[in-house]
């Protein structure tokens, strides 16, 4: 009785205390620390990019609506900062680790991010947003469970297998930049891993004696769902199982209409959910394969990434050649049709009860068109530069983010303009102009001879279509205004083009950018600024208190500032101690 009592006044005292600090939903904690391991993914010993001594990284396994803290420390010798690709961090732009919304972590510093996974469910990867550095690893795979209460719109898998693959050079991350700080190209990849690992011995010719190959184990006659990830550089590549059918089943974090594939395009920086059942007889083992795309292949061999797939009760040794690639070397069209053909399964529902459908992006009128462009590299001010829109974009030493709350001027222009320039080229940092609650179109165009990938942050937007050729208004007759798939990163053809479409409701800063690495360093992104016009506190969160700074805000960043918020953490759970001492008081009080 008497301890029933105390444990309800507890409950009562310290609930109004909880509920100021703490979301009422459950949080999830990793402590991080990033360091250099030695590893030899493809028989060359290098230094590689592990956190907690592990490459890849762990898989973040969270449920819709958590609240998520990673402490990270940087054991690496240069500044690291982790960005949550297709997290949508709403109204948190503060925690989106990207140039443009925080400072760097210095070497040997700790960083704590905090934030909710609001509204969302899917599959995504995490990776070091700077200095190139996810070229040497660092990455992992992000799990987004749906809550219990809501039904996924298949049959609970047998098990959950998260598989990165990506291309791979045995040059390491800082030589790979100075390649391209020089002006010269990366050239062929020297392979592709699979969960940081080389490729299996499936011939003795191209692959050398002792390379760690994954194999992942199943059982016969089960479904799994494979989460699959492009967390490579540059190379889309195309995906497939021997004797194994792909029912794509999502894709970072919109559920797919339910269809098989032999094998899927699966471009830089995108994610998909596949459910592969064991149906095949376990004569053998079988190749789980990922090989270059758009590239000659006879040249390209050796950028191909082979992992085994054991059945618990196999017989023996995959076997044969690997499963073909598609083969449409003169049909151009079989891969975008491939692309249109994934959808949105508009009867499912997401992480809402409410079907994925409801939101009728269709009948929602555009209050903005941009037509991004991307052309080849060029020479700007000496050095070979990639643009959007012939702007190299450049970061600014103080995060907009921060500059913004601090009312700087100077440090970045709202003048993305809204059609490529056609005068000569410029660097600088110019960002859109987004309209808070605006709905906007965006048309990416390729005029390069690679497939390039696009991604926003704190968004998924809709891939309503694509086609060759130069986009025109006309090309809006071709859209699909029903079932165009939900997303964070859509690829755009060669010679071709695609529309997305985004309701602009997530206040913040939010990068925009090539996924393909090469790209992107080389100065392939922008920002949309979103600000609510009405300043309430209520759509965006406060600048977090373990906030660093840098560029013309360093000086804040002095010892002081930082004990400071060292000892305003001691403050926080002194005024804990005393208040469970009051409580103690009271309780023995009334108890007595
Ligand atoms: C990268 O490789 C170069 C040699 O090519 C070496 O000097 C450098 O220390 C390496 N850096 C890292 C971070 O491994
Ligand atoms: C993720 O966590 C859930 C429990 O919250 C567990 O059931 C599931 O097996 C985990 N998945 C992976 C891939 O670890
Ligand atoms: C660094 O880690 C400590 C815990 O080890 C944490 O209290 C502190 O908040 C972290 N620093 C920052 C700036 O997040
Ligand atoms: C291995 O690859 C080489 C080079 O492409 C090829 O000539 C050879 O036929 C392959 N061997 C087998 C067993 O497939
Ligand atoms: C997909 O292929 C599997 C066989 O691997 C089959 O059982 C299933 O019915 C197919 N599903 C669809 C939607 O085509
Ligand atoms: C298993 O599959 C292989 C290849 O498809 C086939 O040759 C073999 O006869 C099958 N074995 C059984 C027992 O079905
Ligand atoms: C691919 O490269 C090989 C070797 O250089 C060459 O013989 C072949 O013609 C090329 N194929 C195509 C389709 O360009
Ligand atoms: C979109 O614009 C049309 C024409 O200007 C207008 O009639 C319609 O009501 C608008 N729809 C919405 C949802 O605002
Ligand atoms: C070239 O660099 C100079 C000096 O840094 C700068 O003023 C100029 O705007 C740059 N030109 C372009 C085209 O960006
Ligand atoms: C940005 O857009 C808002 C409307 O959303 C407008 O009021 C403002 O003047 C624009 N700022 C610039 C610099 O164009
Ligand atoms: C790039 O643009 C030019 C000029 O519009 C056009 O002639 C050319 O075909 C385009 N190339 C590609 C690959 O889109
Ligand atoms: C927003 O919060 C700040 C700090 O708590 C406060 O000073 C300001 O008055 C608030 N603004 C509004 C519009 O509520």
């Not at 008497?2 to 509920?19: C, E, H, K």
């Not at 291309?167 to 390491?172: E, G, L, P, S, T």
């Not at 017989?315 to 003169?330: F, I, M, Q, S, T």
């Not at 600024?529 to 300043?535: C, G, Y």
Request: some cysteine; glycine content about 8%.
């Amino acid at each position: 009785m008497a301890s029933f009592q105390f444990v309800l006044l507890f409950l009562i005292y310290i609930s109004p205390f909880l509920s100021l600090c703490f979301a009422t939903d459950p949080f999830v904690y990793y402590d991080w620390t990033v360091s250099y391991i030695n590893a030899s993914p493809l028989g060359v010993p290098q230094q590689v990019i592990a956190v907690n001594g592990k490459f890849p990284g762990p898989i973040v396994n969270v449920t819709t609506n958590n609240n998520l803290v990673v402490n990270v420390i940087n054991r690496l010798d240069e500044d690291l900062l982790f960005t949550w690709d297709g997290i949508q961090q709403r109204r948190n732009s503060w925690q989106d680790g990207v140039l443009g919304t925080t400072c760097p972590i210095p070497k040997d510093y700790n960083w704590t991010y905090q934030f909710q996974v609001k509204d969302q469910i899917g599959s995504f990867f995490y990776f070091p947003s700077l200095n190139f550095q996810r070229a040497a690893g660092g990455y992992g795979g992000i799990i987004v469970n749906n809550r219990d209460i809501i039904p996924i719109p298949f049959d609970t898998p047998d098990g959950d297998i998260t598989i990165l693959i990506g291309d791979w050079y045995n040059r390491n991350h800082t030589d790979l930049r100075n390649t391209l700080d020089a002006g010269k190209s990366l050239g062929m990849p020297d392979g592709v891993l699979i969960n940081g690992k080389g490729p299996y011995k499936y011939n003795t010719t191209l692959v050398p004696d002792g390379i760690d190959y994954e194999s992942i184990e199943v059982k016969p006659g089960k479904t799994y769902r494979l989460r699959v990830s492009n967390v490579g550089i540059s190379t889309s590549l195309n995906f497939r199982i021997q004797n194994h059918n792909l029912l794509l089943a999502e894709t970072e974090g919109s559920y797919t209409t339910q269809q098989n594939y032999t094998s899927l395009d699966i471009h830089v920086g995108q994610s998909y959910s596949f459910l592969v059942t064991m149906d095949q007889n376990a004569s053998t083992d079988y190749y789980i394969v990922a090989s270059a795309r758009f590239v000659n292949e006879s040249l390209w061999q050796r950028v191909t990434g082979v992992a085994i797939l054991h059945y618990t009760n196999s017989k023996g040794n995959a076997r044969g050649p690997l499963p073909d690639p598609p083969n449409d070397v003169y049909d151009k069209t079989f891969s975008m049709n491939q692309a249109r053909s994934i959808r949105w399964n508009v009867s499912a529902s997401g992480a809402r009860p409410n079907p994925q459908g409801s939101f009728r992006y269709g009948s929602i009128n555009v209050t903005d068109v941009y037509v991004l462009e991307n052309k080849p590299l060029m020479m700007i001010n000496g050095t070979r530069r990639a643009t959007l829109s012939g702007i190299s974009y450049v970061n600014p030493s103080t995060p907009i983010r921060l500059a913004d709350a601090y009312h700087l001027k100077g440090v970045y222009k709202l003048d993305f303009p809204k059609s490529p320039l056609t005068g000569s080229p410029r660097m600088g940092t110019s960002l859109i102009n987004g309209t808070y609650r605006g709905f906007m179109e965006i048309v990416l165009q390729n005029n390069d001879t690679t497939v390039q990938s696009y991604h926003m942050d704190g968004y998924a937007f809709f891939v309503v279509g694509m086609d060759y050729g130069e986009w025109t208004e006309n090309s809006r007759g071709t859209y699909n205004k029903w079932d165009g798939i939900a997303r964070s990163t859509t690829q755009v053809y060669p010679g071709a083009w695609t529309v997305v479409l985004v309701s602009l409701d997530n206040v913040g800063v939010w990068n925009l950018r090539a996924e393909n690495l090469d790209s992107w360093y080389l100065g392939q992104e922008t920002y949309v600024r979103i600000v609510n016009p009405e300043a309430n506190n209520k759509t965006e969160m406060p600048k977090p208190d373990n906030a660093y700074y840098c560029g013309q805000l360093s000086h804040l960043m002095t010892a002081k500032a930082y004990t400071s918020f060292a000892s305003s953490i001691t403050a926080g759970r002194s005024k804990l101690v005393i208040m469970l001492q009051m409580f103690v008081l009271v309780a023995i009080f009334i108890f007595h």
